[in-house]
């Protein structure tokens, strides 16, 4: 058994099957999980990017500085800041050595964060 239904971006005809309508149904929860798990990642780079950019304007820094420093684009280390990126472990090394910071102090302030809340 079949049904019919139209695709919104070309306006075919999309045949959908039992199958995967239970297939969906099944996949749904998990599909919120992990919408969840994206917007706790998403709370913790913004977290992490505010305290670099607190620590970079304590410095006196411009993003260009540290950017240069930590050998990465300044475009890239804008979006860290920003949270709209994530960081490989490498990189917030190299970013945390141009900050003149320890990484164990940079999560350790993320986590006071995280317990206010």
């Not at 706790?40 to 950017?67: C, F, N, P, W």
């Not at 190299?94 to 320890?102: N, P, S």
């Amino acid at each position: 058994m079949y049904d019919v239904r139209k695709s919104h971006a070309r306006g075919n005809a999309v045949f959908v099957d039992d199958y995967e309508r239970k297939k969906a149904a099944y996949c749904l929860p998990y599909m919120r999980d992990a919408n969840a798990r994206d917007d706790a990642m998403k709370s913790e780079a913004h977290s992490l990017g505010m305290i670099i950019t607190a620590r970079r304007k304590e410095l006196g820094y411009s993003q260009d500085v540290v950017s240069y420093s930590a050998k990465i684009s300044r475009r890239h280390y804008a979006d860290i800041e920003k949270g709209r990126k994530n960081a490989s472990l490498v990189m917030f090394r190299r970013i945390a050595k141009a900050l003149d910071m320890k990484l164990q102090h940079i999560l350790n302030k993320l986590d006071v964060m995280e317990m206010r809340g």
